[in-house]
Nanobody, 117 residues
Framework: QVQLVESGGGLVRPGGSLRLSCAAS????????AGWYRQAPGKQREQVAA???????YYADSVKGRFTISRDNAKNTVYLQMNSLKPEDTAVYYC???????????WGQGTQVTVSS
């Protein structure tokens, strides 16, 4: 079993930045696909960004050019750098890791991001 623990959420003004971190309880990110999802009140959970084991990244259109996903395999940690934040980015952000065939799929507990003036 793998535990994922997110941190770095909080309250930020529009235009501000936050960096989310997702720490895994053991070394998995070198062999698992890592991603960030978010869920706003009354909405479905949506994928925000992902990074494959080969380093290929994916971003939702709504965050392209503003968010950057990265990982540090030595620290068992995945990051989401969020810049130029907008009120519509307000949501609970979840970290996810899964193997290529989605046999093993792990979620963090979520961290709240609120963008408001």
């Amino acid at each position: 079993q793998v535990q994922l623990v997110e941190s770095g959420g909080g309250l930020v003004r529009p235009g501000g930045s936050l960096r989310l971190s997702c720490a895994a309880s053991r070394s998995i990110f070198s062999s698992y696909i890592a991603g960030w999802y978010r869920q706003a009140p009354g909405k479905q959970r949506e994928q925000v960004a992902a990074v494959t084991t080969g380093g290929t990244t994916y971003y939702a259109d709504s965050v392209k050019g503003r968010f950057t996903i990265s990982r540090d395999n030595a620290k068992n940690t995945v990051y989401l750098q969020m810049n130029s934040l907008k009120p519509e980015d307000t949501a609970v952000y979840y970290c996810n890791a899964h193997d290529l065939y989605n046999v093993y799929n792990y979620w963090g507990q979520g961290t709240q991001v609120t963008v408001s003036s």
